[in-house]
């Protein structure tokens, strides 16, 4: 893998730049390939800047929640806990993994954190106890759980489906209820035979010599929040009180309750408000839920910064045409039995371009929908096939690696080699869940 991680460290920028050079790469063909000139791409682009702005709101609260979530005390607690599980360095990759990808499954932004938290916590353990573990290889392990996210509590796309007047209500009919796509069992029994595929490929390419292992070199073990506030005014003491968010998370739990009660659906709202509800219920007042948000909030910025250029390149492949271009070149070639694996490809293509589930949902749910009514396939089965593909092309795509690197102090390069393998393994195991699902 050298010569690709030479490459990526080499000619791969920021993420940020990504998303600046890919809008002008998108633009570009969209000029070439569609009958689209420049001041309608450049229309197209201005529009599709403002699309998604409900859609980024959703998603920057999963990462922030999922975030503080992952820092309130019980969380971290039991993070330090169970980085004294592992007693050697495989077993110390293979639990990092599995922790990162069960807390993906419940929400992505979660497991990102929290994967990150653990490995350090986990190398901090090894440090302590003397004992050599390969950080970068931890840290892949911790990103490659990200690779289960799309098929999970949390996955944007069958949420959307799910959701009533979505924007892929007019190509589904009515909303697609969770059963058929992240809870069949179809997608269950892929979500599992994917942890242990990769878990075994991870064992496999675990470095055993000792000459190649990097260990963490600095203390930079994640520390609980601490309160500093000092308590004078009567205000003090109500910000220092359980009351508050105690009172505001069993609300929302009775929220949530008269919801499900009353026969709502799982939504990408009801998510966050879910997990707003534990974080009120586990932290100890409004001063620590105040100093964890601001923490918080670091690591949310650029993605608030990036998203509006992902949205405009959105709005200039849906606006132009493009993606009918992409998506329909796979359709073409497809029949009832690879449709689904062909549309999983071209979502993994579509997710260099737009490394958004829902993003994705929204431009190509209209050609894949319809491909699949004419070819007799379960909307469902197109539907998961955008999810798995979107999660599979995140572990060579940066954009969603950024929190993770910024908690563990990486490059894209140090763990690049190792997510490639997770990319071919899972790859596999998707493909074949595909094919099996549309038999």
Known sequence: MRPLNTLVERFIPSALVFAIILTFVVALLAVVLTDAGPVTVVEEWGLGLAGLLEFITQMALIL?????????????????????VPKTAIQAYLFVFVVAALASLITWGLGLVAGALLAREVAYEFRRRDELVHFPMLVASAF???VVWHMGYSASGPLLAATPDSFVADQLGEPLAITETIFSTWNLIAAAVTIAVVALALYLIAPRSKRAIVPLTVDAREKAVEIEQDVVTPADRVDASRIPTLATGLLLVGYLVIHFVGGGSLTLDIVNWSFLALIMLLVRNPFELIALTKKAASNVGEILLQFPLYAGILGIMAGTGLISVISEGFVAISNQQTFALFAFLSAGLVNFFV???GGQIAVQAPILLEAAESLGTDPAVAIMAVAYGDQWTNMIQPFWALPLLAIAGLKMRDILGYTTITLIASGLVFSAALLLVSL
């Open 64 to 84: 922030l929640l999922g975030y503080i979530l992952a820092n309130t005390r019980p969380v971290h607690k039991l993070l330090v806990r169970l980085a004294r």
């Open 144 to 146: 490659s759980g990200f």
């Open 355 to 357: 490394p958004s589930g």
